[in-house]
């Protein structure tokens, strides 16, 4: 069982930063992805940013400039810092990771948290 929990949401003003961090744990045998995503009332989920590897980073252009996602292998977590968040930024965040649970077998599976919310006000 994998187990991802994202803490650090809240309410923030516009034009302030606010950081999210997703720990994960369990029996994962490799990560090939972690990321970020978000889902606002009424819209679908959408990537955030992601990492597939250690000197790779996908962020959507939304973000770009503004959001990085720092990973601590150590301490199993990969963090989200936003600053400058604008109201658009109102959400909630889910971490997501990607991983092979053994060595004989090619086949990823996606693990998700539960989402914490991300309110930004003018």
């Known amino acids: 069982q994998v187990h991802v929990v994202e803490s650090g949401g809240g309410l923030v003003q516009t034009g302030g930063s606010l950081g999210l961090s997703c720990l994960f744990s369990?029996?994962?045998?490799?990560?090939?992805?972690v990321g970020w995503y978000r889902q606002a009332p009424g819209k679908e989920r959408e990537l955030v940013a992601d990492?597939?590897?250690?000197?790779?980073?996908n962020d959507a252009d939304s973000v770009k400039g503004r959001f990085t996602i720092p990973r601590d292998n150590a301490k199993n977590t990969v963090y989200l810092q936003m600053n400058s968040l604008k109201a658009e930024d109102t959400a909630v965040y889910y971490c997501?990771?990607?991983?092979?649970?053994?060595?004989?077998?090619?086949?990823?599976?996606?693990?998700w948290g539960q989402g914490t919310q991300v309110t930004v006000s003018s």
């Open positions: 369990g029996r994962i045998y490799t990560i090939t992805t």
């Open positions: 997501k990771v990607v991983g092979k649970l053994s060595n004989l077998s090619l086949r990823t599976f996606n693990f």
């Open positions: 990492m597939p590897s250690e000197s790779n980073t």
